[in-house]
């Protein structure tokens, strides 16, 4: 009986089912990525229809226009559907026309026109004149004309739609992910961010680089060849695949599209670049997949049993499929020039007799077997005893007649070779193509289970890294609900996993931003829109508001669906609150600074009041009753003088020497500016230890401690309560250090600010003295207060211990080191003051205010000395120099600082400059003890501050003149 044709092939059998698996196994990504490069090359289209300069494209001989950009339609006037499909002809674009045979003409000769000046006729009927390039390129395989052309009539409209144009063209280079270049003669004139990144260079260095320095060494001469090439003018082909260079060493393959063109009158190439090494390693795993594939019919399911048994079954097959008599499957280690035999035939096994069949090889020692590693390839040896090269065998070895070795290759790299021998026939390229399809396949196996094994790994880590990630990593449904939360969200939110899982990411979020989380997940699951460093607010389960940044984007499946979404949260709240206080601490220093400006006129106020009241009595013949309001006048100066230093330390954290200071003044110096400030309904108190209390420390450092711990106990304390401050003097024994080990054993001088307010938490007493940490309002605190005060009586030598009990108030103690008996001296009473007289020194005093000069100049020359003014630094520095000539040099300058024109800072350098020696008394209302002359090797100076009274004058003129000079 005849056999039946076969079937019409419907995907049955082996061949239908290699078809079918085939399909079935195309990566997903490859086809991701076929749509990546078509989308790539429709960039290079939006290039076209983005570009500033005029494009065509237009039929070769007839002239219809297939396509033109959007700068032609409004250099033209026409729109899209009047244009394409008709001839250049029909449409009259040109003003001459019988120039366009001639054209053709030349352009059939060479393939491209450069320079070409033509007049073209807008649809309105005006003609514009046109700089053109002509380039005859392919397009599926018909010739097409493609036009480029500048319009140098210069048009307001036109161009303002060139600028417009060539904004947009810009946009999208900047913005697009392909790489845009434009390369005239050898080097690059242009390459956007894109193409930069790929090839490592800076927008300014890429300009110094030959355009084929970034290509592949394999692909350099062709790239080479057709980019100068294009630029003469030649046809060669405009699309290919090459590898380039990153700066770093690294390669990459790209997908290459060129056209020429005109760039600054001069000829170019264009050149668009888009990354498909993904397409490549893609197509490559294909290609593996395939060669596997056709493997897997012959080895069936054997795939899912040990991987001995493949091997053992790959070599059986491949002796049985060659009908070789003996074969061997050895694994290589290329790096260690090893080979391992780890298969055997079933005959082989039987013939050979040797006792001790060695399993690894040394390659260097292998002559047969080693031959198809050195080659990378096949090698047949049909006549063995012929060959000149063989060692021979050892006693009890299989004889070898025939031989046929075959090498695995993976990335280049010999990874396994199969061995067969003695066929009766001479073995030959079918062979070859059996054991080669039987090996790769079971290699392809071999690497799938180590990739498994690979990818079961990785899966851990990432678990592992998610799992142990600081920031909070969650997924969500497309219903916008959570599917996954690590268990960074317990911690920083507070809710168990099993609490979040199923319920909306809005859930979370603040009422009034839960419309905006809506619009923004819903733009990633319909949109594949991602986001990064979103800022914004979510509720823990506390009800606390905690502060993120959020980073995410879509959720893809193997087929590139959107299956839901994929963030990162990063707690940024300690940040925000961080920013917060610094801003806060900003504006506070602010309004110190100008505080204390305010400070400074108000003392110029109080100087010129004080002085004038002084200047009445020495001027005398008052009555005793007038003698005595002036002195009151005084008084009260000084008090308010008194009240404006205190203020000016409590914006600055002054610097100056330790003096001995009678630590119960200071107190009740805060003491009575508290009472001043304090509620009438708040209770201020004052306990002052019995004489005496003296400690060596900086007055104004010491009075901002105090005071700041006045005023948080002020704040602390509502209607009704009390506010106490105690000085006592304390010994502090060892039993003491032990319970206190932060503390010296020693005599003390303490301080209690006592409060009866609401006491704190001991959360909130454990970081009591934290920079920036604070439990009052924004914009009631900075946080900084209690942490200045402690770093100023840590630098004291003393200590400062808070205790507090929710509902129950505060007490703080400062606790600084007693000062010794002999140093008491310094705080004897002092003297009446002595009013020293001068003997004729010659003063210059400077000050912008008229008041002061003329106070100062009446005590100065009433008591000696010879006195001159200036009211700014220029006058000051033409009298001091000019006095200086004369061979009359002044003997004290006497400076204010804050003054229009040139200042007093200004002046010093001028003067500095030109008499180093000269002496300077700074009169300042700023507060400041000291001056620092800005060098080194000169001491802070003593300075005279506002408002001074005449022993005060008299007394720093006196010590300025007797110190060395040197400004």
Same mark, same amino acid.
């Given at each position: 009986?005849?056999?039946?044709?076969?079937?019409?092939?419907?995907?049955?059998?082996?061949?239908?089912?290699?078809?079918?698996?085939?399909?079935?196994?195309?990566?997903?990504?490859?086809?991701?990525?076929?749509?990546?490069?078509?989308a790539?090359?429709?960039?290079?289209?939006?290039?076209?229809?983005?570009?500033?300069?005029c494009?065509?494209?237009?039929s070769?001989?007839?002239?219809?226009m297939l396509?033109?950009?959007?700068?032609?339609?409004?250099?033209?006037?026409?729109?899209?559907?009047?244009?394409?499909?008709?001839?250049?002809?029909?449409?009259?674009?040109y003003?001459?026309?019988?120039?366009?045979?001639?054209?053709?003409?030349?352009?059939?000769?060479?393939?491209?026109?450069?320079?070409?000046?033509?007049?073209l006729?807008?649809?309105?009927?005006?003609?514009?004149?046109?700089?053109?390039?002509?380039?005859?390129?392919?397009?599926?395989?018909?010739?097409?004309?493609?036009?480029?052309?500048?319009?140098?009539?210069?048009?307001?409209?036109?161009?303002?739609?060139?600028?417009?144009?060539e904004?947009?063209?810009?946009?999208?280079?900047?913005?697009?992910?392909?790489?845009?270049?434009?390369?005239?003669?050898?080097?690059?004139?242009?390459?956007?961010?894109?193409?930069?990144?790929?090839?490592g260079?800076?927008?300014?260095?890429?300009?110094?680089?030959?355009?084929?320095?970034v290509?592949?060494?394999?692909?350099?001469?062709?790239?080479?060849?057709?980019?100068?090439?294009?630029?003469?003018?030649?046809?060669?082909?405009?699309?290919?695949?090459?590898?380039?260079l990153?700066?770093?060493?690294?390669?990459?393959?790209?997908?290459?599209?060129?056209?020429?063109?005109?760039?600054?009158?001069?000829?170019?190439m264009?050149?668009?670049?888009?990354?498909?090494?993904?397409l490549?390693?893609?197509?490559?795993?294909?290609?593996?997949?395939?060669?596997?594939?056709?493997?897997?019919?012959?080895?069936?399911?054997?795939?899912?049993?040990?991987?001995?048994?493949?091997?053992?079954?790959?070599?059986?097959?491949?002796?049985?499929?060659?009908?070789?008599?003996?074969?061997?499957?050895?694994?290589?280690?290329?790096?260690?020039?090893?080979m391992?035999?780890?298969?055997?035939?079933?005959t082989?096994?039987e013939?050979?007799?040797?006792?001790?069949?060695?399993?690894?090889?040394?390659?260097?020692?292998?002559?047969?077997?080693?031959?198809?590693?050195?080659?990378?390839?096949?090698?047949?040896?049909?006549?063995?005893?012929?060959?000149?090269?063989k060692?021979?065998?050892?006693?009890?070895?299989?004889?070898i007649?025939?031989?046929l070795?075959?090498?695995?290759?993976?990335?280049?790299?010999v990874?396994?070779v199969?061995?067969?021998?003695?066929?009766?026939?001479?073995y030959?390229?079918a062979?070859?193509?059996?054991?080669?399809?039987?090996?790769?396949?079971?290699?392809?196996?071999?690497?799938h289970r180590?990739?498994?094994?690979?990818?079961r790994r990785?899966?851990?880590?990432?678990?592992?890294?998610?799992?142990?990630?600081?920031?909070?990593?969650?997924?969500l449904?497309?219903?916008?609900?959570?599917?996954?939360?690590n268990?960074?969200?317990?911690?920083?939110m507070?809710?168990?996993?099993?609490?979040?899982?199923g319920r909306?990411?809005?859930?979370?979020?603040?009422?009034?931003?839960?419309?905006?989380?809506?619009?923004?997940?819903?733009?990633?699951?319909?949109?594949?829109?991602?986001?990064?460093?979103?800022?914004?607010?979510?509720?823990?389960?506390?009800?606390?508001?905690?502060?993120?940044?959020?980073?995410?984007?879509?959720?893809?499946?193997?087929?590139?669906?959107?299956t839901?979404?994929?963030?990162?949260?990063?707690?940024?709240?300690?940040?925000?609150?961080l920013?917060?206080?610094?801003?806060?601490?900003?504006?506070?220093?602010?309004?110190?600074?100008?505080?204390?400006?305010?400070?400074?006129?108000?003392?110029?106020?109080?100087?010129a009041?004080?002085?004038?009241?002084?200047?009445?009595?020495?001027?005398g013949?008052?009555?005793?009753s007038?003698?005595?309001?002036?002195?009151?006048?005084?008084?009260?100066?000084?008090r308010?003088?008194?009240l404006?230093?205190?203020?000016?330390?409590f914006?600055?954290?002054e610097?100056?020497?330790?003096?001995?200071?009678?630590?119960?003044?200071?107190?009740r110096?805060?003491?009575?500016?508290l009472?001043?400030?304090?509620?009438?309904g708040?209770?201020?108190?004052?306990?002052?230890?019995?004489?005496?209390?003296?400690?060596?420390?900086?007055?104004?450092?010491?009075?901002?401690?105090l005071?700041?711990?006045?005023l948080?106990?002020?704040?602390?304390?509502?209607?009704?309560?009390?506010?106490?401050?105690?000085?006592?003097?304390?010994?502090?024994?060892?039993?003491?250090?032990?319970?206190?080990?932060?503390?010296?054993?020693?005599?003390?001088?303490?301080?209690?600010?006592?409060?009866?307010?609401?006491?704190?938490?001991?959360?909130?007493?454990a970081?009591?003295f934290?920079p920036?940490?604070?439990?009052?309002?924004?914009?009631?605190?900075?946080?900084?207060?209690?942490?200045?005060a402690?770093?100023i009586?840590k630098a004291?030598?003393?200590?400062?211990?808070?205790?507090?009990?929710?509902?129950?108030?505060?007490l703080?103690?400062v606790?600084?080191?007693?000062?010794? +008996?002999?140093d008491?001296?310094? #705080?004897e009473? !002092?003297?009446?003051? &002595?009013? =020293?007289?001068? $003997?004729?020194? %010659?003063? /210059?005093?400077?000050?912008?205010?008229p008041?002061?000069?003329?106070?100062?100049?009446?005590m100065?020359?009433?008591?000696?000395?010879?006195?001159?003014?200036?009211?700014?630094?220029?006058?000051?520095?033409?009298?001091?120099?000019?006095?200086?000539?004369q061979?009359?040099?002044?003997?004290?300058?006497?400076?204010?600082?804050?003054?229009?024109?040139?200042?007093?800072?200004?002046?010093?350098?001028?003067?500095?400059?030109?008499?180093?020696?000269?002496?300077?008394?700074?009169?300042?209302?700023?507060g400041?003890?000291t001056?620092?002359?800005?060098q080194?090797? +000169?001491?802070?100076?003593?300075? #005279?501050?506002? !408002?001074?009274?005449? &022993?005060? =004058?008299?007394? $720093?003129?006196? %010590?300025? /003149?007797?110190e060395?000079?040197?400004?």
């Open positions: 009986m005849p056999k039946q044709d076969s079937p019409p092939h419907s995907g049955a059998g082996p061949a239908g089912a290699k078809a079918e698996a085939r399909q079935a196994a195309r990566p997903a990504s490859l086809e991701r990525l076929e749509r990546e490069l078509s790539a090359r429709e960039v290079f289209q939006r290039a076209f229809q983005a570009s500033p300069i494009l065509t494209l237009s070769l001989p007839e002239g219809v396509d033109v950009n959007e700068t032609f339609l409004l250099m033209t006037g026409y729109s899209r559907q009047e244009v394409v499909g008709r001839t250049v002809q029909d449409l009259g674009f003003a001459q026309p019988e120039k366009r045979q001639t054209l053709l003409a030349e352009l059939m000769k060479s393939g491209r026109l450069r320079g070409l000046r033509l007049k006729r807008r649809k309105g009927g005006e003609t514009a004149t046109l700089l053109c390039s002509m380039d005859v390129i392919h397009l599926d395989g018909r010739p097409v004309l493609l036009v480029s052309a500048n319009d140098l009539s210069g048009g307001g409209e036109t161009a303002l739609a060139l600028r417009e144009s904004a947009k063209f810009r946009t999208l280079t900047e913005t697009t992910a392909s790489g845009i270049f434009i390369i005239q003669g050898e080097y690059f004139r242009y390459m956007n961010p894109a193409g930069l990144r790929l090839v260079y800076g927008a300014d260095e890429i300009q110094k680089v030959r355009f084929w320095e290509v592949h060494p394999d692909f350099r001469e062709l790239v080479r060849g057709r980019g100068l090439a294009r630029q003469q003018g030649q046809e060669v082909p405009s699309h290919y695949e090459f590898k380039v990153h700066r770093n060493g690294g390669e990459r393959w790209v997908d290459f599209t060129a056209a020429a063109l005109e760039f600054m009158g001069q000829p170019a264009l050149g668009t670049v888009y990354d498909i090494t993904d490549k390693k893609a197509e490559e795993a294909l290609r593996l997949d395939e060669a596997r594939l056709e493997a897997l019919v012959k080895l069936g399911q054997m795939h899912n049993v040990p991987q001995q048994v493949i091997v053992d079954y790959t070599l059986e097959e491949a002796v049985r499929l060659t009908k070789s008599a003996v074969g061997y499957v050895g694994f290589v280690d290329e790096e260690r020039g090893t391992t035999i780890v298969a055997r035939s079933r082989a096994m013939r050979c007799s040797l006792a001790a069949k060695p399993t690894t090889y040394r390659l260097d020692d292998t002559v047969l077997w080693g031959e198809p590693i050195r080659r990378r390839g096949p090698v047949i040896t049909n006549d063995y005893q012929a060959l000149a090269s060692k021979g065998t050892p006693p009890g070895h299989i004889l007649e025939r031989h070795s075959v090498p695995v290759l993976d990335a280049g790299r990874v396994a199969i061995g067969l021998g003695n066929k009766a026939e001479p030959d390229e062979d070859v193509r059996q054991a080669t399809l039987l090996m790769d396949a079971m290699w392809k196996i071999v690497q180590r990739g498994q094994k690979a990818l990785s899966e851990e880590r990432f678990r592992s890294l998610t799992e142990n990630a600081p920031d909070i990593i969650f997924t449904g497309v219903d916008g609900s959570f599917t996954y939360v268990p960074s969200w317990q911690r920083i507070g809710h168990a996993p099993q609490e979040i899982v909306p990411f809005v859930d979370f979020v603040r009422p009034q931003d839960a419309e905006y989380a809506r619009r923004m997940f819903k733009r990633m699951r319909d949109e594949g829109h991602t986001i990064s460093e979103v800022r914004g607010i979510l509720l823990g389960k506390d009800g606390r508001p905690r502060h993120f940044t959020l980073g995410g984007g879509p959720n893809l499946d193997t087929h590139g669906q959107i839901g979404m994929v963030g990162v949260l990063k707690d940024i709240s300690d940040q925000v609150e920013e917060a206080q610094v801003r806060h601490a900003q504006k506070m220093e602010a309004l110190g600074t100008l505080a204390g400006g305010v400070a400074h006129e108000f003392n110029n106020v109080l100087m009041v004080r002085g004038y009241s002084q200047l009445l009595v020495l001027a013949g008052l009555p005793d007038a003698a005595t309001y002036l002195e009151k006048i005084d008084q009260s100066c000084q308010a003088a008194d404006t230093r205190k203020m000016l330390t914006t600055r954290l610097t100056g020497e330790k003096t001995a200071v009678d630590l119960n003044q200071v107190t110096g805060v003491w009575e500016l009472r001043q400030t304090t509620s009438p708040i209770e201020v108190l004052l306990e002052e230890a019995a004489g005496l209390l003296v400690v060596l420390a900086n007055a104004a450092q010491l009075e901002q401690v005071f700041n711990l006045a948080n106990a002020r704040d602390a304390t509502g209607e009704g309560g009390r506010i106490s401050l105690r000085t006592r003097l304390a010994h502090l024994d060892q039993a003491f250090v032990q319970q206190n080990p932060w503390v010296r054993a020693g005599d003390y001088s303490l301080v209690e600010v006592e409060d009866s307010g609401q006491g704190m938490t001991p959360g909130v007493l970081r009591i934290d920036f940490f604070t439990t009052k309002e924004p914009g009631k605190g900075t946080g900084l207060g209690l942490s200045v402690y770093s009586i004291h030598g003393g200590y400062i211990e808070a205790r507090s009990q929710p509902g129950r108030g505060s703080f103690t606790y600084l080191p007693a000062v010794e +008996q002999e008491l001296a310094l #705080l009473a !002092p003297q009446a003051p &002595e009013l =020293l007289k001068g $003997q004729g020194e %010659r003063l /210059l005093v400077v000050d912008d205010e008041q002061l000069r003329e106070i100062a100049t009446e100065l020359q009433g008591f000696g000395y010879q006195v001159r003014t200036a009211s700014q630094g220029q006058e000051a520095l033409d009298l001091y120099l000019d006095a200086l000539q061979g009359q040099p002044f003997d004290l300058v006497i400076l204010d600082l804050a003054m229009p024109v040139m200042d007093g800072l200004t002046f010093l350098e001028h003067l500095r400059q030109r008499h180093p020696q000269a002496r300077v008394l700074v009169a300042t209302g700023h400041a003890e001056f620092n002359w800005g080194e090797d +000169q001491p802070p100076r003593p300075v #005279l501050r506002k !408002p001074y009274n005449l &022993e005060q =004058l008299l007394r $720093q003129v006196r %010590r300025s /003149l007797s060395p000079g040197g400004c």
